[in-house]
C-alpha cells in the first residue's frame, strides 16, 4: 500500500531494540538424543523461566529443563515496552467485571507479586534497570476525562494512592497539546527493561542448577507409561514426571490451547535518544509510563538512555491464527503510531525514530491468564495475558506449578486460575467476528466511548477483544 506519511515514520531499523545489543546468555545447546528430568517446561519466555525459578527455588534437587524453539525471550517477552504491572487481570476494571469475588484477593496478591518480584531479582542478582516511577493515565478525549476521575475515586475509596489531575496538571508532569486530564498512580506499576529481565532469569535458571535447551520446539506430549514424553522437531525425546507448557501466543503443543489463546500483533517504534533540549520541551522527567485511554491506545514510556518507547493502537489478528515473520513487518501500522507521535508531541517532529518492531500477544476472550491441565494433571498449560504479562507471568507460573504439583493453594482456589474464559469461536467465524468487533471498538472510540449494540452484547457474554 502507498502511504502519504512515511516521512512521520523515516527508516528506523526493523528490529527488537531491546536486543539490538550484546549481553544474551547462552547459546543454550539444543536437546539431543534421549534425556530425563522431573519437571519439563515448554517455552522459554517469561512464564517459562519463572516456572522453573520457582520450582528449582522451592526445591533444589528437582530435575528441571525450559525447552526453548528459538533463543530465550524470542517471543513477546523481550518485546514488550517493559511496564511491569501489578494488575494480574489486565487493570482494575476488568479484573471487576470477571472475577468480582475474588477481586480483593488478586489485588492484595498482584501488589505482592511486584514486591517479592523485586526482592527475588536482588535475591538472584538480577538487574532489571527496574525504575519504580509508576504510571501516568492521560485522557486525549472528554469522555476519558470522566473515566479517569471516576477510576481516581474508586481507587481511593480502597486506599490506594491515585491522584487525579486536570489538563494543566497533567500537562505540567509531560507536555502534550492532546492531553485533557490525567490519572497519577506512584505506585501500581514500574519500568523495565524486558531484555536484562529475560536474560537474568535465563542466567539464574542455570546458576540454580537448571537446564535450557535453545532451538528445541517440542512437537507433542504423549502419555509414556507412568511419565509424559515430549518429543521434539529434530527426533529429541525427553522423559519427564511433569511437564509445564508455557508457550503463550503459540499455543503449541497442546492444540486445544487454541480455543482460549489466540495471537495478536502489536506494534512499537524506539526513537533515538533525545537532546536535553528535546527533553525540556516535553517536561517528562520522572520515569513513570503513560498511556492515554481509548479502548485502541497507546503506551509509551522513557528508556535510560533517554529515547521514548511508543507503542499500542493497532493490534492486528490474522486470519487462521496467523504468526510468524511476515507478520512483524506491517509498515501501514509503524507508519499509523509514528503519525499519533509526531500529533502527541509536536515538539519533536525533527527526533527519529531508530527501531520498529512487532510482537505476538497472547490474548484470551477475558485478557487475563488461563489456565488449563491435560493428562490427569501431570500436564499444566497456562498464558494470555494480552498486553500486561510481565508482571501477571511470575505470579502465573507460581500457579501453574501449585497446579501441577497437586498443590491446594490460595491461588488455585481463585476462579482465575479454576474457570476458563469463553472459547473463541472456530474459523473461518473467528476471523469475521474479531475483525467486525474491532471497527466496532475503533467507531465505539470515534463516538465519546459509547458501545454500540455489537460490543453491549459482547459484554454480556462476559467476553470481548483488547491488546
Ligand atoms: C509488542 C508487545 C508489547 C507488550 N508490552 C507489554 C508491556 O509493556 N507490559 C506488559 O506487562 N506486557 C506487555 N506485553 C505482553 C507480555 O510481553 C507478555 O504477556 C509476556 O511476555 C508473556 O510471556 P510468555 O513467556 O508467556 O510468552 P512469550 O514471551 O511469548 O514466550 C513463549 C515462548 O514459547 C516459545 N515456543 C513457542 N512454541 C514452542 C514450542 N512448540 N516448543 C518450545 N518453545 C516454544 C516461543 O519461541 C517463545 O519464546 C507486550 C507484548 C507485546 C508483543
Known amino acids: 500500500m502507498a502511504h502519504a506519511s512515511l516521512t512521520a515514520l523515516g527508516d528506523p531499523r526493523p528490529a527488537v531494540f531491546w536486543t539490538d545489543r550484546v549481553g544474551a546468555p547462552g547459546p543454550f545447546d539444543p536437546a539431543v538424543g534421549h534425556a530425563s528430568f522431573d519437571l519439563a517446561i515448554v517455552g522459554g519466555g517469561l512464564s517459562g523461566l519463572w516456572a522453573a525459578i520457582h520450582a528449582l527455588e522451592a526445591s533444589p534437587a528437582r530435575k528441571v529443563v525450559v525447552l526453548e524453539a528459538e533463543t530465550v525471550g524470542f517471543g513477546a517477552s523481550t518485546r514488550n515496552g517493559g511496564f511491569c504491572d501489578a494488575s494480574l487481570t489486565h487493570g482494575i476494571f476488568n479484573g471487576l467485571r470477571h472475577w468480582p469475588n475474588d477481586y480483593d484477593t488478586l489485588e492484595r496478591l498482584g501488589s505482592e507479586n511486584l514486591r517479592d518480584m523485586i526482592r527475588q531479582l536482588n535475591q538472584l542478582g538480577i538487574d532489571a534497570a527496574v525504575d519504580q516511577g509508576g504510571y501516568l493515565g492521560v485522557a486525549v478525549q472528554p469522555w476519558q476525562v470522566e473515566d479517569l476521575a471516576e477510576e481516581a475515586s474508586w481507587m481511593n475509596e480502597r486506599g490506594l494512592t491515585a491522584q487525579f489531575l486536570d489538563a494543566d496538571e497533567t500537562r505540567a508532569l509531560v507536555d502534550s497539546p492532546t492531553y485533557l486530564g490525567g490519572l497519577r498512580d506512584p505506585n501500581g506499576s514500574l519500568m523495565v527493561d524486558p531484555a536484562a529481565l529475560v536474560w537474568g532469569l535465563a542466567d539464574a535458571v542455570t546458576r540454580l542448577g537448571g537446564t535450557i535447551h535453545e532451538s528445541t520446539r517440542v512437537a507433542a506430549v504423549d502419555p ?244
Not at 522437531?233 to 487454541?258: K, L, Q, Y
Not at 489478528?317 to 513487518?329: H, R
Not at 476458563?420 to 466496532?440: A, G, H, S, V, W
Open 224 to 467: 509414556n507409561g507412568s511419565r509424559l514424553r515430549l518429543a521434539t522437531e529434530t527426533g529429541a525425546t525427553i522423559d519427564a514426571d511433569r511437564v509445564i507448557v508455557a508457550t503463550n501466543a503459540w499455543a503449541e503443543p497442546v492444540p486445544s490451547i487454541r480455543n482460549w489463546v489466540i495471537p495478536i500483533y502489536d506494534h512499537v517504534l524506539m526513537t533515538e535518544p533525545l537532546s536535553a533540549e528535546q527533553w525540556a520541551s516535553v517536561g517528562w522527567i520522572e520515569p513513570f509510563g503513560i498511556s492515554d485511554s481509548g479502548n485502541q491506545f497507546h503506551y509509551y514510556r522513557r528508556t535510560r538512555d533517554g529515547r521514548i518507547l511508543w507503542g499500542g493502537y493497532d493490534a492486528n489478528y490474522y486470519a487462521g491464527n496467523g504468526m510468524g515473520p511476515e507478520y512483524e513487518n506491517r509498515i501501514d501500522s509503524h507508519v499509523l503510531i509514528a503519525e499519533h507521535f509526531r500529533t502527541t508531541f509536536p515538539q519533536l517532529e525533527d527526533v527519529e525514530f531508530s527501531h520498529r518492531w512487532a510482537g505476538p500477544i497472547g490474548t484470551t476472550s477475558k485478557f487475563a491468564a488461563t489456565f488449563g491441565t491435560k493428562h490427569d494433571n501431570r500436564l499444566v498449560w497456562f498464558g494470555g495475558y494480552t498486553g500486561l504479562g510481565v508482571g501477571a507471568s511470575r505470579w502465573a507460573a507460581l500457579a501453574a506449578l501449585d497446579l501441577v504439583d497437586g498443590l491446594n493453594t490460595e491461588r488455585t482456589a481463585l476462579g482465575i486460575v479454576r474457570r476458563k474464559p469463553l472459547p473463541f469461536p472456530p474459523e473461518p467465524f473467528r476471523n469475521t467476528i474479531i475483525q467486525y468487533t474491532r471497527r466496532q471498538i475503533a467507531r465505539a472510540d470515534e463516538n465519546g466511548g459509547t458501545n454500540g449494540a455489537w460490543l453491549r452484547l459482547l459484554d454480556r457474554f462476559g467476553v470481548g477483544f483488547d491488546s
